[in-house]
């Protein structure tokens, strides 16, 4: 069976309205059946008080074995009235009256030989003859009478189904209209959902439109936003690998080129100095590159980091910042540079990825070795704030110009001389890190030369900042 919406909704709605006439049907059966019973009990009750009237003259006035002769012989219809006369009640309502000793005076055709039930008035159900009789008892103090009146009750029985019956033949072709009138509506209204698959098959990958329904209901309108808001991230991601490719390949392309020339100059060179030179300058390319590829590739994660929502922890950034001053320490060494840490013994956890905060860490140290010539020296300062916790690295190398100030994280834009290592993509890293983390980043040249950079960053929720 296709499991289409139109099929789940004809059959939800054949359920209920099954339910609903199962349920009317059976409450018009009761319903039916009490008012039967209601109304043939005041028959019988009327039927008696007539034949007591007729049965109210002296006693000596009635000529029983007569009554009972002229009882006993059934009456032959006419033929106009023979249609009306063979109803399906015929032969089922009776009548015996007894004296008041118990001795059965007369009996109607129909009704048993013995009597219905104990005489005492009232209303009674008896079994005689294998028939169910709903009999109503009255005494004639008069005449000392006995008089009971009785109805099978297959008669109520009868019509509490006829009318069951028919209520359930009214509710069915109801039900069959309803059906066919269900399938048209459900045509027309799905038809929105005809239309939204139209738009998206034809949606190409480099053009992906908004989608816009005519006569849109407000069931599907969620369904077409978000399709809408998957569209746009897939076109977001679409212009970030075209971007990623154009970047990888500007950026990889001359650099490529020459290790190319290195080595083929490697392999000209006859004396094993020059020889050296060259592979020395391909190690170097290739070590620039392996960077360049690195920071392209975090710059793809994050790219795609912007795109999702970002699980966050509790980071202690302290502990991270002390780990990379460690790494550091041989680079430290090797140039000579002075480091100054100043970090107090207790600072509150950030809420962020470990992994990015230790890439944002370890961007801004690479930075500040790279540019800080050989004796120079270089300060991290961690310190908590109002706003949130602070991180500053400064170093004493040549600075930013001030005309550069403001694209120093923009990619691929560096300030520094081309024998200074580095891909422009370091600060640009780090911008997306902080932002991603809900921080601030501020560039500055020092007064008294270098440069300096400060990132502040909130903290987890629940670990108090100094007051003001």
């Given at each position: 069976?296709?499991?289409?919406?139109?099929?789940?909704?004809?059959?939800?709605?054949?359920?209920?309205?099954?339910?609903?006439?199962?349920?009317?049907?059976?409450?018009?059966?009761?319903?039916?059946?009490?008012?039967?019973?209601?109304?043939?009990?005041?028959?019988?009750?009327?039927?008696?008080?007539?034949?007591?009237?007729?049965?109210?003259?002296?006693?000596?006035?009635?000529?029983?074995?007569?009554?009972?002769?002229?009882?006993?012989?059934?009456?032959?219809?006419?033929?106009?009235?023979?249609?009306?006369?063979?109803?399906?009640?015929?032969?089922?309502?009776?009548?015996?009256?007894?004296?008041?000793?118990?001795?059965?005076?007369?009996?109607?055709?129909?009704?048993?030989?013995?009597?219905?039930?104990?005489?005492?008035?009232?209303?009674?159900?008896?079994?005689?003859?294998?028939?169910?009789?709903?009999?109503?008892?009255?005494?004639?103090?008069?005449?000392?009478?006995?008089?009971?009146?009785?109805?099978?009750?297959?008669?109520?029985?009868?019509?509490?189904?006829?009318?069951?019956?028919?209520?359930?033949?009214?509710?069915?072709?109801?039900?069959?209209?309803?059906?066919?009138?269900?399938?048209?509506?459900?045509?027309?209204?799905?038809?929105?959902?005809?239309?939204?698959?139209?738009?998206?098959?034809?949606?190409?990958?480099?053009?992906?439109q908004v989608i816009r329904l005519n006569d849109e209901p407000e069931e599907i309108r969620p369904v077409?936003?978000?399709?809408?808001?998957?569209?746009?991230?897939?076109?977001?991601?679409?212009?970030?690998?075209?971007?990623?490719?154009?970047?990888?390949?500007?950026?990889?392309?001359?650099?490529?080129?020459?290790?190319?020339?290195?080595?083929?100059?490697?392999?000209?060179?006859?004396?094993?100095?020059?020889?050296?030179?060259?592979?020395?300058?391909?190690?170097?390319?290739?070590?620039?590159?392996?960077?360049?590829?690195?920071?392209?590739?975090?710059?793809?994660?994050?790219?795609?980091?912007?795109?999702?929502?970002?699980?966050?922890?509790?980071?202690?950034?302290?502990?991270?910042?002390?780990?990379?001053?460690?790494?550091?320490?041989?680079?430290?060494?090797?140039?000579?540079?002075?480091?100054?840490?100043?970090?107090?013994?207790?600072?509150?956890?950030?809420?962020?990825?470990?992994?990015?905060?230790?890439?944002?860490?370890?961007?801004?140290?690479?930075?500040?070795?790279?540019?800080?010539?050989?004796?120079?020296?270089?300060?991290?300062?961690?310190?908590?704030?109002?706003?949130?916790?602070?991180?500053?690295?400064?170093?004493?190398?040549?600075?930013?110009?001030?005309?550069?100030?403001?694209?120093?994280?923009?990619?691929?834009?560096?300030?520094?001389?081309?024998?200074?290592?580095?891909?422009?993509?370091?600060?640009?890293?780090?911008?997306?890190?902080?932002?991603?983390?809900?921080?601030?980043?501020?560039?500055?040249?020092r007064l008294a030369g270098g440069f300096s950079v400060s990132v502040l960053l909130p903290v987890t929720?629940?670990?108090?900042?100094?007051?003001?």
């Amino acid at each position: 069976m296709m499991n289409s919406i139109k099929a789940r909704l004809t059959r939800s709605f054949l359920l209920i309205i099954g339910l609903a006439l199962v349920i009317s049907v059976v409450l018009g059966f009761f319903t039916a059946r009490h008012e039967i019973d209601e109304m043939f009990d005041a028959q019988l009750v009327e039927e008696a008080h007539v034949l007591a009237g007729m049965l109210s003259l002296p006693a000596h006035d009635h000529d029983w074995p007569l009554l009972q002769q002229a009882l006993s012989r059934e009456p032959k219809p006419t033929e106009s009235d023979e249609e009306s006369y063979n109803t399906s009640y015929t032969k089922k309502v009776a009548v015996q009256v007894w004296s008041a000793e118990g001795l059965q005076l007369f009996r109607s055709v129909s009704a048993p030989e013995e009597a219905f039930a104990e005489l005492k008035p009232g209303f009674l159900i008896a079994r005689r003859d294998g028939k169910v009789w709903h009999v109503y008892t009255t005494y004639l103090p008069s005449n000392r009478y006995w008089l009971m009146v009785g109805e099978r009750t297959d008669i109520r029985r009868e019509l509490s189904l006829n009318v069951a019956a028919s209520l359930l033949v009214g509710l069915l072709a109801s039900l069959l209209v309803s059906i066919v009138l269900l399938r048209q509506r459900l045509v027309r209204d799905m038809s929105p959902l005809e239309e939204l698959r139209r738009n998206i098959s034809e949606r190409r990958l480099d053009h992906l439109q908004v989608i816009r329904l005519n006569d849109e209901p407000e069931e599907i309108r969620p369904v077409t936003e978000a399709i809408n808001h998957l569209f746009d991230r897939v076109t977001q991601g679409v212009e970030r690998e075209r971007a990623f490719i154009a970047d990888a390949a500007h950026e990889l392309r001359t650099p490529l080129s020459i290790i190319r020339l290195h080595a083929q100059n490697a392999l000209q060179y006859p004396d094993a100095e020059r020889k050296n030179r060259s592979l020395e300058k391909v190690i170097l390319g290739v070590d620039r590159n392996t960077r360049v590829v690195q920071q392209l590739l975090m710059m793809a994660r994050l790219d795609a980091s912007d795109a999702l929502v970002m699980e966050v922890a509790a980071v202690d950034l302290r502990h991270i910042v002390l780990q990379l001053v460690q790494e550091f320490r041989p680079v430290l060494e090797g140039k000579r540079l002075e480091l100054v840490m100043e970090a107090g013994e207790y600072l509150p956890s950030v809420p962020g990825q470990a992994d990015l905060l230790a890439v944002l860490v370890r961007n801004l140290l690479e930075n500040a070795v790279n540019y800080t010539p050989e004796n120079g020296s270089i300060r991290i300062a961690m310190s908590l704030k109002r706003e949130g916790l602070m991180i500053q690295v400064e170093d004493s190398g040549p600075g930013v110009p001030e005309d550069k100030l403001s694209q120093i994280s923009q990619r691929f834009v560096r300030a520094a001389p081309r024998d200074i290592q580095g891909t422009g993509l370091g600060l640009e890293i780090v911008g997306r890190i902080v932002r991603l983390h809900r921080g601030e980043i501020r560039f500055a040249n020092r007064l008294a030369g270098g440069f300096s950079v400060s990132v502040l960053l909130p903290v987890t929720p629940g670990e108090e900042a100094p007051g003001a």
